[in-house]
C-alpha cells in the first residue's frame, strides 16, 4: 500500500464531497495506488478484507491511536474511547484470499451465499427501509438455493444466513465497548471505519485549507508550494506569520 501525498489527499476529498460512505471508502482505498487492484474489484472485495485495508491505510496516515466519541443512549453524556487500530484489525490484506463461496441449511434449504462488498452497500443506498435493505442484501448475496422451497427465504433463513456472514467475515461487523461514566450503562456501537476515516479525513482538509490560506497571504504562496513544504518547515511558517 502507498501511502497518498497531501495533494492526493485533497483530490480525494473534494471528490467525495457529496458521496455515500461505501463510495468515500472505494475512494480512500483508490488512492492507495494498489495497480494489482481494478476499481471493480476494489468494490468487490468482502467488507471485511476492505475494513482491514481502510485500518492500515489509516494508521498509514494518522498513526494506530484512535480517539472516538459516542453519545450514551440513556442519558446523551458524551462518553470517550481511547483504542488501537491494531486493536481492530482481525484480518490483513496479507491474508490468503476469502472463500469465495459459504454454505447455510435450514428448514430443507440449502443456500450457498457471498460475503457482502461495496457495490452491495452501494446498491442499499437508495432503500429507505431497514427490513427491505436487509431482504435486499441477502437476495443479492444469494448464489444458490436448492431443496424445499415452501418457506421462501423466510425470517428463520434469513437470520440464519446474516448469523453465518458474522461468522465468516467478523472484520466486517466490528462493535466497541463504551460504558457511560454518568448512568453506568454499557453498549456495543458498531465502528464504520470508512465513516470515522472519511471524518478524519474532513478534519484533517480544512486544517490544511486554512494553513495554505494563513501562508498564502502572508507569503503569497501558490497553494502546490505550500502543500509541498514538510509539516515541521510549516509550522515553523505559521508560528512566524502568527500575530
Known sequence: MRTPTPVQLLQIWERGGSASAAARGLLLLGCCGDAERSAAELAALPLG???ALLLELRERLFGDAIDAVAPCPQCASTVEAAFRCSDLRLTTPADDAPTLAHDVSVQGMHVRFRLPDSSDLIALEDCGDAGAAHTLLLERCLLAAEGDDTYGLSTELQAEIAEAMAQA???ADLQLAFRCPDCGHAWQPLFDIAHFLWQELHAWALRQLREVDTLA?????????????????RQAYLELCAP
Open 169 to 171: 467475515d467478523p472484520q
Open 217 to 233: 497571504q502572508a507569503y503569497h504562496w501558490s497553494e502546490a508550494e505550500i502543500l509541498a513544504l514538510s509539516p515541521r518547515r
Open 49 to 51: 478484507r476492505r475494513d
